[in-house]
């Protein structure tokens, strides 16, 4: 089985064993029996592992063309797992100079403190990124697209530039999700998701994914996951299985409404810039359409009358759902600069005030332009 769809629905997910059921078992359990001491069937307690979890796990590591996927209780937990797994004290990485908000603050405010320090960087500038390198540099730290302002980096470029300095390369593809681009296949050492985003789909689960190609580094990270515990429950990772069965079609929805919203935009009076890889004018565009299958359901755009439009606006919207996250099948729209990305105003990833960012659903694409032309009027 080498088709997206077709793994998204059967990787790791073959009919129970037992009673033949189609879909995997929520295995709510927290402990299993041993026939003798240290003699089980592969698992002894739920934290170290879940059945519903590995199959989860499995068709993770399937979708990103990976050997290993780990999964976690958030994209945080995730992400604090990773890190503190491949660093240590002294240790440098550089990150992009618009990083998501609970990325820059897990930087700035926890692992700082335990003497690891960072370094922004316009990552889409590979000259700029390579400056930014010191030999204390053991990650680089890309997202792609970015979360707000829908930066574009080659992940092939970086992965050779963090290779030429004996760091790695970890990708956050919560964006563009594994059906739009898979980093791995491009040089990146590790990929990472916030699985309540595109891969859950639905807004009704909260987890986080990890996957890797390299063995011995899966290793590590598997004994990081148990050691510190953030795993997901088997509902939580029943939930999101569910979601990932449909990511294929959802995804080539949420691309095609985000197109025609873009158009709109672009058009319009009342918005001064539209923010979007699929623009041919987007400076990331040309990468963009080398590494991604199609440029994604996010959109930013800025206002020309400054903030006061950029909330009202936020305000207005009936269609969009005015609330954090992004990647369910309802539209949601956000103001960053004072919701998702508040953790970053006053440092050098501040955000502009005058910025909305939509998350583009799957509904009606009329419905959705009707309804942002009466908030942008």
Known sequence: MTGFETLAIHAGQEPDPTTGAVVVPIYQTSTYVQEEVGQHKGYEYSRSGNPTRTALETCLAALEQGTRGLAFASGLAAEDTVLRTMLSPGDHVVIPDDAYGGTYRLFAKVLERWGVTHTPAALGDLD?????????????????????????????????????????????????????????????????????????????????????????????????????????????????????????????????????????????????????????????????????????????????????????????TKVFTLGESLGGVESLIEHPGRMTHASVAGSQLEVPPDLVRLSVGIESADDLLADLERALS
């Open 128 to 316: 700029a990124a390579r400056a930014a390198v010191t030999s204390s540099t053991r990650l680089i730290w890309c997202e792609t697209p970015t979360n707000p302002l829908l930066g574009i980096a080659d992940i092939a470029g970086l992965a050779s530039i963090a290779h030429d300095a004996d760091a790695r390369l970890v990708v956050d593809n919560t964006f563009a999700s594994p059906y739009l681009q898979q980093p791995l296949t491009l040089g990146a050492d590790v990929v990472l998701h916030s699985t309540t985003k595109y891969l859950g789909g639905h807004s009704d689960v909260v987890g986080g994914g990890v996957v890797v190609q390299d063995e011995a580094l899966g290793e590590e990270l598997a004994y990081s996951q148990n050691a510190m515990g953030s795993v997901p429950g088997p509902f939580d990772a029943w939930l999101t299985l569910r979601g990932i069965k449909t990511l294929g079609v959802r995804m080539d929805r949420h691309c095609e409404n985000a197109q025609q919203v873009v158009a709109m935009l672009a058009s319009h009076r009342a918005v001064a810039a539209v923010l979007y890889p699929g623009l041919p004018e987007h400076p990331g565009h040309d990468v963009a359409s080398k590494q991604m299958r199609a440029y994604g359901g996010m959109v930013s755009f800025r206002l020309k009358d400054g903030e006061a439009k950029a909330l009202d606006v936020c305000r207005r």
